[in-house]
């Protein structure tokens, strides 16, 4: 045992080359030599072997024994870029299996894979599951317009977790004012009229919980596990833990806003501290992908010069929006802006005060409308607006504040003050009255524009399958052209709405 100690103080001390691993496996062989004890340095030099191994710094080789030998030495690695080799016999049967510390285990449970002695320490197994992961990484929505919502990014997370978690259930619970998607699973919420006098409501913000008793999870979970297909996952005991939202400001610890709870489930007795400290592991690992998984969708989504969303998003995401609106059975409203004049701002002021001018309507717009509306920049001057659960006489009030909302500016320009301002030409329609085709109802839109655009730009008209268009002005009641002096619109189809005349 005491040739055995001495061989570990070796290995760590000098034969194994510490300044290939990171820095907390070093801190940890400097932590292990100071305490002196057998089973710590035994755990740590077999950790920082299994991590050299890995990088392909230690190179199994076969030694030839003498003839006759009755000694048969242990394992032997060759160090990665010289001759000097390394005994790890000292390891004894942990160099074949590596059965790592619970602290430093992986999450997918490795405990009944093991090696040869033989052979590599890392069975098919460990790399399947590694490539698994990669795998399902790359399978996490990113780019459709719903792989943005919390609820999609939460489930994406939870399904990734779940293959490398099989003695565990993992759920998030949301506020009640969150939205879920259809198809979110994992995700729920509980009202809270049915909190009734259990720990959730006692429970302040940012405090984890141990539940040792399954009568004590939230219903949801309760009836997920028992409906599972083999029927033999019996919960017994759990915790929840806080879920942090994503930040990129840097803001301290305190400050964090709880963005939901993460549960995790179990049918084994892993004890309260070692499953709180795991499901806070967890938690972390799906803030920081909900994070990345946001900043990616927001790159892919959003037009760099105004910060509104781009065309790439509103053709999506129209399409998604109708097919809400039409299973929900509630109107729709879709609004094609044009910004009036504006290529005499790019002549006459130059282009950097024609951004200018584009970042304050985008700026403006999302002043005036509602966080559930939808605002794309579709064109250079030219944008969308994605109206849900609006109805026409609702919209018509949302175009006459829009009409009536200043779209202007002080900005110096060469030394002197200008009044930069701008007004909007505006054309609308409204789902299932204008039709139910996301094409037609662009079409008709745009034809509403370029109708507002002929009769004098920034106003703005609502189709009617009459041909009795309704006009709005600015700071003007809404107004219908009388019979026989209608504005009727003859279009011509070549891809888009191109050919517009007027007849009174």
């Known amino acids: 045992m005491e040739q055995q100690h001495t061989a570990l103080r070796n290995l760590l001390a000098g034969e194994l080359p510490l300044d290939r691993v990171g820095p907390h496996l070093r801190q940890a062989a400097r932590r292990a030599l100071r305490s002196g004890e057998a ?45 000097r080799v390394v005994d790890l016999s000292a390891l004894g049967g942990d160099y074949a299996t590596f059965n790592f510390p619970s602290e430093l285990r992986p999450l997918h449970d490795t405990t009944q894979i093991t090696a040869p002695a033989e052979k590599s320490p890392y069975s ?134 709880e963005g939901g709870l993460v549960f995790v489930v179990t049918r084994d007795d892993w004890g309260r501290e070692p499953l709180l400290r795991l499901a806070d592991r967890l938690a972390r690992f799906v803030t920081r992908r909900w994070q990345h998984q946001q900043e990616v969708n927001q790159r892919i989504h959003t037009d760099s010069l105004t910060g509104v969303f781009n065309r790439a998003f509103f053709d999506s995401q129209f399409t998604l929006e109708l097919e809400r609106a039409r299973r929900s059975e509630v109107p729709l409203t879709l609004v094609i802006a044009d910004l009036d004049h504006f290529k005499r701002v790019n002549d006459e ?61 002080e900005v110096v320009h060469e030394n002197r003050v200008i009044d930069l301002s701008v007004t909007f030409s505006y054309g609308a329609v409204t789902f299932p009255a204008a039709g139910s085709d996301a094409f037609e109802l662009y079409r008709k839109a745009d034809a509403m524009l370029y109708l507002s655009k002929d009769l004098g730009r920034n106003q703005c008209h609502f189709w009617n399958s009459l041909g009795e268009h309704v006009r709005i002005l600015p700071s003007s009641p809404k107004s219908r052209f009388p019979p026989g002096a209608v504005w009727r619109c003859s279009v011509v189809v070549t891809g888009r709405w191109c050919g517009l005349s007027a007849t009174c």
């Open 124 to 257: 098919l197994s460990d790399f399947a599951g590694m490539l698994g992961a990669m795998e399902d990484a790359q399978d996490l929505e990113i780019g459709a317009p719903q792989s943005g919502e919390k609820s999609v990014i939460l489930a994406g997370v939870l399904r990734l977790l779940r293959k490398f978690t099989p003695q565990f259930r993992l759920f998030i619970m949301l506020d009640e004012n969150e939205s879920i998607h259809e198809g979110a699973d994992g995700i729920f919420q509980v009202p809270t009229e049915a909190h009734g006098d259990s720990w959730i409501s006692l429970r302040e913000e940012g405090h984890s919980v141990w539940i040792p008793s399954p009568g004590e999870l939230p219903a949801h979970i309760l009836k997920q596990t028992a409906e599972e297909e083999d029927g033999t996952f019996e919960v017994t005991s759990g915790v929840a833990v806080p879920l942090w939202s994503p930040t990129s400001d840097g803001t301290a610890a305190g400050q964090r806003q």
């Open 349 to 409: 002021l130059g282009h950097q005060l024609g951004d200018r001018a584009l970042q304050l309507v985008a700026r403006r717009l999302q002043e005036e409308l509602r966080r559930i509306d939808h605002i794309c920049r579709i064109g250079g001057e030219e944008f969308a607006l994605i109206l849900p659960d609006t109805g026409q006489e609702a919209a018509q009030e949302v175009l006459g504040r829009l009409l009536d909302a200043a779209f202007s500016e």
């Open 39 to 83: 089973e710590r340095l035994r755990l740590v030099t077999q950790v920082v072997v299994g991590e050299l191994l890995r990088r392909g710094d230690l190179l199994r080789v076969a030694v030839e024994q003498p003839a006759g030998s009755e000694s048969v030495r242990g394992p032997i690695c060759l160090l990665k870029g010289t001759n």
